[in-house]
């Protein structure tokens, strides 16, 4: 079992090189599954959830090949169709994505129900809104889902989302891309990981207009062909180590990002004091001797991102004042909260609303990563506070954060990860469930 040891009191200052968006991986990996032809796809980040989705294209017949530790070849030409393995679709909540693409590509889909970080409910009722509307007849039952298209082949319809979903957006838009007409997509999710997962499909013969606006036009087309993309930076991986550089008080020059879809995360760390500096492809994040406090509200894009929320909770444990923290996507994403609590901070959750009476000194103590995005915030923590905190479950960490440990050991952290046996006696890596 691994877990994290931290000895905290350490500034980051260096450089770090940003990976691939794992919120587009996860979608363009699926889409491969589309193509006729051999997909040649760059900056794929090297994290738990791509190598699941990875092996689970390779159980379906596709032939993948890694040319380099980022870059991989994907050869679905000759996959036919046939159920998903339920072991590896039911570990991660990317699986979805394989509904709209197996639709798309078969006109037929089983899958399990998708799994994901226990931080709320999250339906998938506007994923099979999608479907439906698109000619599918949609079945939930017994942890599965089953989909087929009433006429063998999807046929363009226009769908307004209830709610703005990232995850339905994408989905509609890769079960769209091959049906036969066109598709609008109304109240559509506008996120830069949508805008990616377009244009790949662009890039292999699609017709996807208007992604990142609300309305999304998807003409579709008879087939998809091989060709050459790279994915974007990552928002969020980014974002963590500029708000890491900010709790430290260090001094880091974030590479490989787009610094526009930053901004959001940029302003709040100007609003506490932290110096940001903006370049053509980086961020330079200077943190501040004093620490102000701040108010957020997560929103989907370009609101302030619900992923950096709990990252942000941490830094907030260390700001002079009183913050306030609202999650407006989820319905329960305070549960780092009480993991916080135990090094020493004062937060007051009512709903989805913390109070953070911060300025606090942090003391190292074990906790647990509740689920991706707050293990990034347990370890920001733990590099803030005196003395050891060791963190446990880091396997959801390494869900979403390629080579975590040794980016951060690069940046001056005293960071190790430490892999102890099991109850059972085995020390085998623990396969993510989320």
Do not use: W
Request: hydrophobic share 40%; net charge negative.
């Amino acid at each position: 079992m691994e877990k994290y040891i931290i000895n905290g009191g350490k500034a980051l200052h260096g450089e770090v090189e940003i990976s691939g968006a794992k919120n587009a991986a996860v979608a363009i990996i699926p889409a491969a599954l589309m193509v006729d032809g051999v997909c040649h796809i760059e900056n794929i980040p090297q994290i738990s959830d791509t190598d699941m989705l990875l092996t689970i294209l390779k159980e379906l017949g596709a032939k993948v090949r890694f040319l380099n530790k980022s870059t991989i070849e994907i050869d679905c030409t000759h996959v036919r169709y046939q159920d998903a393995p339920y072991d590896l679709m039911r570990k991660i909540r990317a699986s979805y994505y394989l509904i709209g693409a197996m639709l798309g590509r078969f006109g037929s889909a089983k899958t399990t129900m998708p799994g994901g970080c226990n931080f709320g409910v999250r339906p998938i009722d506007q994923h099979i809104k999608g479907m439906t509307a698109l000619g599918a007849d949609v079945d939930v039952k017994n942890g599965f889902v089953y989909a087929d298209a009433r006429d063998g082949r999807l046929h363009g319809a226009r769908i307004y989302l209830d709610k703005v979903s990232v995850g339905a957006t994408m989905n509609i838009i890769l079960a769209a891309a091959l049906a036969q007409g066109r598709t609008i997509i109304e109240n559509a999710a506008r996120e830069p990981h949508i805008v990616d997962l377009a244009n790949f499909l662009n890039s292999m013969g699609a017709d996807v207009r208007g992604a990142g606006t609300d309305t999304v036009k998807v003409n579709g087309v008879d087939r998809l062909h091989g060709g050459s993309y790279a994915i974007i930076p990552d928002q969020i991986e980014a974002g963590t180590y500029m708000v890491a550089a900010a709790a430290t008080g260090g001094e880091v020059l974030i590479k490989n990002v787009i610094p526009r879809h930053l901004e959001c995360i940029s302003a709040k760390l100007r609003e506490t004091g932290t110096i940001v500096q903006e370049y053509e492809d980086s961020v330079l994040v200077k943190g501040a001797s004093s620490l102000r406090k701040v108010n957020i509200k997560t929103l989907p894009y370009p609101g302030f991102p619900t992923d950096m929320q709990p990252p942000m909770g941490a830094l907030m444990c260390l700001a002079n004042g009183t913050s306030v923290i609202t999650e407006g996507v989820y319905d329960n994403r305070f549960k780092y909260t009480n993991e916080l609590r135990k090094m020493g901070a004062e937060i007051q959750v009512d709903g989805r609303v913390a109070v953070i009476e911060g300025g606090k000194r942090l003391t190292g103590a074990p906790v647990h990563a509740c689920d991706l995005r707050a293990g990034a915030a347990m370890v920001i923590a733990g590099m803030c506070a005196t003395g050891t905190t060791v963190v446990e479950d880091v396997h959801y960490i390494e869900r979403g954060y390629e080579n975590f440990v040794g980016k951060l050991k690069a940046l001056g952290a005293d960071i190790e990860c430490v892999d102890e046996p099991d109850e059972s006696g085995s020390s085998d890596k623990i396969v993510c469930v989320c």
